[in-house]
Nanobody, 115 residues
């Protein structure tokens, strides 16, 4: 059974940093594309960052230069380093993975940025 478990969310002041981590079990992140999404209540889920199985990373324009996605194959995790956080970064952050025609999702972790 494949599971993705996020950790690292919390409350931070604007300008601060947080690091989210997503641990996978039952499958290796090294062969998957990894994603971080976020969602505010009443809004659509937004793709924030992608790391492809080959290591190429892409970011939403709103987080470019502030957020950094990475993968640790030894720990089987994908992380999102979030710097210079803004109140508009507030939301539930979801880890996702895709490979071999299957999608996997974590349960989400809340990030709240106060002004």
């Amino acid at each position: 059974q494949v599971q993705l478990v996020e950790s690292g969310g919390g409350l931070v002041q604007a300008g601060g940093s947080l690091r989210l981590s997503c641990a996978a079990s039952g499958i290796s992140f090294s062969i998957l594309h990894g994603y971080w999404y976020r969602q505010d209540p009443g809004k659509e889920r937004e793709l924030v960052a992608t790391i492809r199985s080959g290591g190429i990373t892409t970011y939403a324009d709103s987080v470019q230069g502030r957020f950094f996605i990475s993968r640790d194959n030894a720990k089987n995790t994908v992380s999102l380093q979030m710097n210079n956080l803004k109140p508009e970064d507030t939301g539930v952050y979801y880890c996702a993975a895709q490979g071999f025609g299957r999608d996997y999702w974590g349960q989400g972790t809340q990030v709240t940025v106060s002004s």
